[in-house]
């Protein structure tokens, strides 16, 4: 399976942006869905997962401010992203809780103070 994300951009801080991750080659159904994002020098921290039961969780970073979603007959996961900061700022990547996919190449946010 190959994952798209997309969506990516430049906004001012307290913007919005909306992220989505397609999936290629196979379906992600099956699998709990997670965004992640990494920052140069930085590890890749999860951000958002969505289980197959559709419940959720967050980092504390972004609880309250960002909602992910899936569409398993879509093959689509999308991230809402609301009152930005510029600590948001980085390469934000889809996959599976446990990386089952290849990563793709992620989209870019980045956060103007």
């Known amino acids: 399976v190959q994952l798209q994300a997309s969506g990516g951009g430049y906004v001012q801080a307290g913007g919005s942006l909306r992220l989505s991750c397609a999936a290629s080659?196979?379906?992600?159904?099956?699998?709990?869905m997670a965004w992640f994002r990494q920052v140069p020098g930085k590890h890749r921290e999860l951000v958002a997962l969505?289980?197959?039961?559709?419940?959720?969780n967050y980092a504390d970073s972004v609880k309250g401010r960002f909602t992910i979603s899936r569409d398993n007959a879509g093959n689509t996961v999308t991230l809402q992203m609301d009152s930005l900061k510029p600590e948001d700022t980085a390469v934000y990547y889809c996959?599976?809780?446990?990386?089952?996919?290849?990563w793709g190449q992620g989209t870019l946010v980045t956060v103007s103070s």
């Open positions: 996959n599976t809780d446990r990386w089952a996919f290849l």
């Open positions: 080659g196979g379906t992600f159904s099956d699998y709990h």
């Open positions: 969505i289980r197959t039961n559709h419940w959720t």
